[in-house]
Nanobody
């Protein structure tokens, strides 16, 4: 299984950026997928998830601003980020995992990370 994340870059506060996570060796539609981020000196934190039935969940700090989606034909998961803030600056990672009840459990398969820098 390989996950290839892309789309990071530099954007001004209030701007938008879209990330992609292309999968190979697996089918994203049959698993839950998650986007995480890790800011400098901080722990990696969950941002958003999408289940196999397409239900989505967002952490409070991105709710209403970020949208996770999936294109089954392209075997790719996306993260659209709007109204970006300086606090959103981090390396963003995609992951394939599973839900046990309401909790998302990441697998050992991670994308390589893509840097998002939001300038204020």
């Amino acid at each position: 299984v390989q996950l290839q994340a892309s789309g990071g870059g530099l954007v001004q506060a209030g701007g938008s950026l879209g990330l992609s996570c292309a999968a190979s060796g697996t089918t994203v539609s049959t698993y839950a997928m998650g986007w995480y981020r890790q800011a400098p000196g901080e722990q990696r934190e969950l941002v958003a998830t999408i289940r196999s039935d397409s239900r989505t969940d967002y952490k409070d700090y991105v709710k209403g601003r970020f949208t996770i989606s999936r294109d089954n034909a392209k075997n790719t998961v996306y993260l659209q980020m709007n109204s970006l803030k300086s606090d959103d600056t981090a390396v963003y990672y995609c992951n394939i995992g599973e839900f046990r009840g309401i909790y998302y459990y990441p697998s050992r398969y991670w994308g390589q990370g893509t840097l998002v820098t939001v300038s204020s």
